[in-house]
């Protein structure tokens, strides 16, 4: 996989990149000093390095990142947080949200959207990875999926530009990625909920 530029991130990670291929090309190109992990992700396909394991947050913050990571596995993650209630006074605005199978098991959905936007820096971007909607794929796997009209509501209802949004991988493990820019400062208005695909097949 392409690192980043040495230049912009001279503290290059010894380790191996362990963002998947199909996750890192929206990641890509990073921007930024600041970078909010929404979940804490570990490829386990990826060796361990020094005898751990991989995170994104350690391989990250090797590259330069101040890294902040939420999640309810403290294994992972700096921080045991609710992404259903408002977070952005605690940690304050980042360069790059990034949410990698993380917001579809968040109940209710309202708020973590909310969080996205004011997490979020003016100029930063959101890159997220969602099962696609439907029943086909990852019906064990979350609550709420989004549908690509909820991110495009959610882009022109709060000023934001969709700079990549597309599916990938094949049913039944078939995701929905989006690359998104906050290029204005405005209030956040809540999108049509209704676009939101609710999973009725998830397991009980």
Known sequence: ????DARKYPNKSKAPNPVRPDEWKYYLPLEGKSMMEF?????????????????????FEALGFKHVSIDFDPRWADHNRDLSKPLWEEFGAFDMVCDIGTAEHVHPQGQIWENVHMLTKKGGLYVGQHPVP??????????????????????????????????DNPVPNEN????????EDKEYTEPDMSLLWYNRRRPR
């Open 39 to 59: 979940g804490g992700k570990v490829n386990t396909r990826v060796p361990k390095h020094e005898g751990k394991e991989i995170t994104y947050k350690s391989y």
């Open 134 to 167: 439907g029943g086909l794929s990852w019906w064990w796997h979350g609550i709420w999926y989004p549908t690509e009209e909820f991110f495009e509501s959610f882009a022109e209802l709060s000023g934001w530009e969709i700079l990549k949004m597309a599916r």
């Open 1 to 4: 996989m392409k690192r980043p």
């Open 176 to 183: 929905l990625y989006v690359r998104m820019r906050k290029v």
